[in-house]
């Protein structure tokens, strides 16, 4: 597709359930980033990742959350046990990284999130 | 580590007025910035971004900032607003170093709210 594709778009689920979200990105984008947003919090980095590189965790919030990055392209972002406090709006975005921290990061629609 | 202040959560504005949403940002390296907007149940959208040179930057839908570097500021401008222009506008930083960190930080938002 043109842009960064996102599943599901909405997700209900019972507190201490398991959820996946996936990302697809942009064809050829090297970096792929997961941002949360939710009210009261703004917009909150969650993970970074660049090609084969080590993947920048520094934003997750909890051992509950969790990244993967398939062949450089597909990501999943996996919430264990959810809590309340995780409904939110979880963002994916990539961009192309080669050299300059100037290229334009290109934003999903969004996967909302909603724990009851 | 940066920062990213926007000092009006909401910004009420009749059709046709100008708007000005400002940013200012902390950092103790160099940053580009970025102005992204959100319209209502959709992902975020580039509306312009500065990178070097000339520090007035005009974007999409007739928007415009100027970087200010003594006051780091990067406000956000529009001459005459449209009802369409309802929207979450977001100010973003990146350091310029792509060994310190790549992500972006976003402020807290401004709710623009464009009313007939």
């Known amino acids: 597709g043109a842009g960064v594709s996102q599943s599901p778009s909405n997700k209900v689920t019972e507190k201490g359930k398991d959820v996946e979200l996936r990302c697809d990105p942009i064809?050829?984008?090297?970096?792929l980033y997961w941002y949360r947003q939710s009210l009261g919090q703004g917009l909150e980095f969650l993970i970074y990742?660049?090609?084969?590189?080590?993947?920048?965790k520094s934003g997750l919030p909890s051992d509950r959350f969790s990244a993967e990055r398939t062949g450089g392209s597909v990501s999943t972002l996996t919430i264990q046990r959810t809590q309340q406090e995780d409904s939110a709006v979880y963002l994916c975005?990539?961009?192309?990284?080669?050299?300059?921290?100037?290229?334009?990061?290109?934003f999903g629609e969004g996967s909302w999130l909603t724990v009851v | 580590a940066q920062s990213v202040t926007q000092l009006d959560s909401q910004v009420p504005v009749f059709e046709e007025a100008p708007v000005e949403l400002r940013c200012n940002y902390s950092?103790?390296?160099?940053?580009?910035l970025f102005w992204y907007v959100q319209y209502p149940n959709q992902g975020l959208q580039l509306l312009l971004k500065?990178?070097?040179?000339?520090?007035l930057v005009k974007g999409i839908n007739g928007f415009e900032a100027e970087f200010n570097k003594s006051q780091t500021s990067f406000h956000l401008r529009k001459p005459s607003v449209h009802i369409s222009d309802t929207a979450e506008y977001f100010c973003a930083v990146r350091m310029r170093s792509k060994a310190a960190g790549n992500k972006l930080t976003f402020g807290g938002g401004t709710r623009v709210l464009v009313k007939p």
């Open positions: 975005a990539s961009s192309l990284d080669r050299g300059s921290s100037g290229n334009t990061i290109y």
């Open positions: 990742f660049q090609g084969n590189s080590a993947p920048d």
């Open positions: 064809s050829g984008h090297t970096a």
């Open positions: 500065y990178l070097s040179g000339s520090t």
């Open positions: 950092s103790s390296v160099s940053v580009y």
